[in-house]
């Protein structure tokens, strides 16, 4: 575990990194952020949590990190041991954890639950999806602190690298640890003409890490999409997009998987995971 400090005193806000060591884009933001030497205004812990499988790019060593929490000093597990640790460290913090996905290009938040703190963080985010786990997040980190966890795109790309970097930057200036990027104007004149920067599209708050409130769509897990054993699969759903009962979702081999009701899949492709495609959920709402 590498751990960064920046600013003076007691860190009340922390950035994870890398928490499966097959998902480098959290400590290729982390180090950029790091590198650029910025000012804060308010201390910062920044960690890239599982060194060892990431210089061995495996997922674990000995079992998921991020199923490992509350963790064990004392385990036999490496990654029990350091769940122990980085618990330790965002103790008493506002976390955010940062990960990556097979499943969806997009960024996208998800948190135990909406409560005050990810309310008033998550619309300051250049994400336009945050998902509820509900029951699904047993050993999770999210389960463990105040802790916003993000995909910041797709696993080992360079787009999920440039996206975790500008995440970092939104929730250090949503959480007050940096200043908010000033817009430049004509000079002031009022009725004048904003200048390229001002009138940016929303796209480009991810570029330049402007955390302009806006409203976003509240997903929540509902149940796992089981997976069987084959050589092939497929998916055939899309992400955040209603699947009707009676649609086909997802193959296995020459299986068919039908839906038996209305659900949104989540975290859904064909090889992200060993043994479920993913998770239906529901969409409960927006924010703010």
Same mark, same amino acid.
């Given at each position: 575990?590498?751990?960064?400090?920046?600013?003076?005193?007691?860190?009340? %806000?922390?950035? %994870?990194?890398?928490?499966?060591?097959?998902?480098?884009?959290?400590?290729?933001? @982390?180090?950029?952020?790091?590198?650029?030497?910025?000012?804060?205004?308010?201390?910062?812990k920044? @960690?890239?949590a599982?060194?060892?499988?990431?210089?061995?790019? =495996?997922?674990?060593?000995?079992?998921?990190?991020?199923?490992?929490?509350?963790?064990?000093?004392?385990?036999? #597990?490496? /990654?029990?041991?350091?769940?122990?640790?980085?618990?330790? =460290?965002?103790?008493?913090?506002? $976390?955010? #954890?940062?990960? #990556?996905?097979?499943s969806? $290009?997009?960024?996208?938040?998800?948190?135990?639950?909406?409560?005050? @703190?990810?309310?008033?963080?998550?619309?300051?985010?250049?994400?336009? %999806?945050?998902?509820?786990?509900?029951?699904?997040?047993?050993?999770? *980190?999210?389960?463990?602190?105040?802790?916003?966890?993000?995909? $910041?795109?797709?696993?080992?790309?360079?787009?999920?690298?440039?996206n975790?970097?500008?995440? @970092?930057?939104?929730?250090?200036?949503?959480?007050?640890? *940096?200043?908010?990027?000033?817009?430049?104007?004509?000079?002031?004149?009022?009725?004048?003409?904003?200048?390229?920067?001002?009138?940016?599209?929303?796209?480009?708050?991810?570029?330049?890490?402007?955390? /302009?409130?806006?409203?976003?769509?509240?997903f929540? *897990?509902? /149940?796992?999409?089981?997976?069987?054993? $084959?050589?092939?699969?497929? %998916?055939?759903?899309?992400?955040?997009?209603?699947?009707?009962?009676?649609?086909?979702?997802?193959?296995?081999?020459? /299986?068919?998987?039908?839906?038996?009701?209305?659900?949104?899949p989540?975290?859904?492709?064909?090889?992200?995971?060993?043994d479920?495609?993913?998770?239906?959920?529901?969409?409960?709402?927006?924010?703010?």
């Open positions: 575990m590498r751990i960064y400090e920046l600013g003076d005193g007691t860190p009340e %806000v922390s950035v %994870v990194g890398s928490i499966h060591g097959d998902e480098p884009c959290g400590a290729r933001a @982390i180090e950029r952020f790091v590198a650029e030497d910025p000012d804060v205004e308010r201390p910062v920044l @960690i890239v599982n060194e060892e499988a990431l210089a061995a790019d =495996e997922r674990y060593l000995d079992e998921d990190l991020n199923r490992a929490f509350p963790g064990d000093p004392n385990a036999e #597990s490496h /990654e029990r041991r350091l769940a122990h640790d980085l618990g330790r =460290e965002v103790r008493g913090t506002t $976390a955010f #954890s940062i990960h #990556s996905t097979q969806y $290009a997009e960024p996208f938040a998800i948190v135990d639950t909406v409560d005050a @703190i990810s309310r008033s963080i998550l619309p300051r985010l250049p994400v336009d %999806v945050a998902v509820e786990t509900n029951h699904f997040a047993e050993g999770r *980190l999210i389960e463990h602190a105040h802790t916003i966890e993000v995909e $910041a795109g797709l696993q080992k790309s360079d787009e999920a690298a440039d975790a970097y500008w995440l @970092i930057r939104a929730f250090l200036t949503a959480t007050n640890a *940096l200043p908010a990027p000033a817009i430049a104007s004509d000079g002031g004149n009022d009725g004048g003409a904003p200048d390229e920067t001002a009138s940016q599209t929303e796209d480009d708050r991810l570029k330049l890490g402007i955390p /302009e409130e806006h409203s976003l769509d509240v929540r *897990l509902l /149940e796992r999409l089981p997976k069987p054993p $084959a050589d092939q699969y497929e %998916v055939h759903a899309t992400n955040f997009e209603p699947v009707s009962a009676g649609e086909t979702f997802a193959r296995a081999d020459a /299986e068919q998987f039908v839906a038996d009701r209305d659900f949104y989540i975290l859904l492709s064909a090889y992200g995971y060993a479920i495609f993913g998770y239906a959920g529901e969409k409960v709402g927006t924010l703010p």
